[in-house]
């Protein structure tokens, strides 16, 4: 191969690798007025921080579905609770009402649920209480 061939084929692999990284890259989603740091700072929702939340991220749940898990970790904080299924599929829990950790009597708990598919992709967000 001559030398101005190999050169072009290095620019062109520079120039697919730097539009591949640029694609991959997304800022970060942010729901508007939703407090992230309010909502992390109440695991298993111990205080109640998060039920004030709620609302919020079901009237923007568009922006959450089709995330990565990692955004929604990035978005929403460390689940409480995951439970694997079939084909890499998994549920994600984030617990509104106080529960069991908190050493609550109250005998409903109410929980924020996300679902990912198996290409790791938020499929439903719903609530869901447990009697």
Same mark, same amino acid.
């Given at each position: ?26 800022? +970060? ?6 407090? %992230? ?18 609302p919020v991220i079901l009237e923007q749940k568009?922006?959450? *579905? ?8 990035d978005l929403l904080g460390k689940p409480d609770?995951?439970? *694997? ?5 998994? *549920? ?8 069991? +950790? ?15 598919? %198996? ?13």
């Open positions: 191969m001559n030398r101005p061939l190999i050169s072009t084929l290095h620019l062109i692999t520079c120039f697919i690798v730097a539009l591949i990284s640029v694609g991959c890259t997304s800022s +970060p989603v942010q729901l508007n007025n939703f407090d %992230a740091r309010s909502w992390k700072s109440d695991p298993n929702g111990c205080n109640q921080k998060r039920s004030q939340w709620v568009d922006k959450v *579905l089709a995330l990565s898990e990692t955004a929604v970790i609770q995951i439970e *694997l299924y079939k084909r890499n599929q998994k *549920l994600y829990h984030y617990q509104i009402s106080p529960g069991a +950790p908190c050493n609550s009597k109250d005998s409903v708990e109410t929980e924020l649920q996300v679902r990912f598919n %198996a290409m790791g992709r938020a499929k439903e967000i719903y609530v869901n209480t447990i009697e």
